[in-house]
């Protein structure tokens, strides 16, 4: 038998007054004299209790503001995009909306559809590492994704630490070396050279490690880090087996495939397109939670960046056998560009000694020793006239 039928009887059957039953079960007077005439008035209906719940809440957030939320849940999710609580607060300020991120979450989860995960991290727990300016360091890694004819192909992309901005983004049937420094080359043309870069250990971006880590026979660099030595960038690499140390753009890659999952891409074209478009999304569009919520365009925008020092003589010897073609030239890949060096037709076909200090190159007859030509390589033009 419910308390409040209890009450109740204890006036209707067994006749006692108000002050004896409040006295016997420990409840107010009032609250026995407001049972017996809601009993009067409603009968049985009155053992069952009340809600305590008010009519109207004036702070309750509008039906319509609490479907918009939902709304955008789902429009998020279908266009693999994030759809949190920061970003949808982000939306909806833009809309006119100012609810607050907590509330959001609050609808979300009233309506099932956030997950719970106890098993995270607390966030007390993580520490932080960033670059305190843009251009202070670029973190680049590269990932695999699918076409839908079943192709494999190889994303790159070059990320500046201190505002998540992302400086390249680009597909290819495989990244190589070349692409390494034709990637970084573009991006920095665009945005500047860093004062540093992080990656893994990869051949493409560094030697240092190969033949169990006595570096190239020559004792040289790839292309990468003779480009990197020449404008006195700094290189840094992580560990092998440690991804986290490259946690921001290995982070990016877990974005970028849930995107790319709603929007699949039958040509290496087609998903450069793709590529394209959330490139510009993520830069100037989509709040990020490691700024402060804002975009990394505007993060990259507030204060001027880091630039690096060149080197007076950074010191870096290269050799390289060739033999010179029909036209009188050579090829000689040199901070990050093809280059072809004119030594002249009477030469063609003669193998020759290629000696590369920083940006001069001396070309060698390999069989006399004889000094063919001279040239001080400049990146920005193709081809390579002699000194003199």
Known sequence: MAKYEVLIKAVTVQKLSYGQVAARYGVSKSLVHKLHHRWLTEGEAAYQPRSRRPLTVPT???????????????????????????????????????????????ILTSNGTITPQPQKRPRSSWRRFAADRPNELWQSDFTHTTLTGGTEVEIIGWLDDHSRLLVHLSAHHRVTGTTVTQTFTAA???????????????????????????????????????????????????????????????????????????RPADTLAHLQDEL????????????????GRQTPAHAYQLIPPATPTPPGDPDLWRVRYDTVDRDGKISLRHSGRMLHLGIGRAHARTEITCLVHNDHATVLDASTGEILSEHTLNPAHTYQRKNG
């Open 276 to 291: 394209d478009d959330f490139r510009d999304y993520y830069n100037n569009d989509r709040p990020h939670r490691g700024i």
């Open 188 to 262: 920095a043309s665009q945005y500047g050279y860093p004062t540093a870069t992080l990656t893994d250990n990869g051949m493409v971006y560094t030697t240092r490690y190969a033949r169990g880590g006595r570096g190239r026979p020559d004792g040289t660099g790839n292309a990468f880090e003779t480009l990197l030595a020449l404008h006195g960038i700094q290189q840094r690499n992580g560990k092998p087996f440690k991804p986290t140390t490259q946690g921001k753009i290995e982070r990016f890659w877990q974005t970028l495939n849930k995107r790319l999952a709603t």
């Open 60 to 106: 309750r957030t509008p039906d319509q503001v609490r479907e918009r939320v939902l709304q955008l849940r789902g429009e998020l999710t279908a266009q693999g995009l994030d759809a949190g609580a920061d970003t949808i607060d982000w939306h909806l300020t833009r809309q006119g909306h100012t609810i607050g991120r907590t509330t959001i979450w609050r």
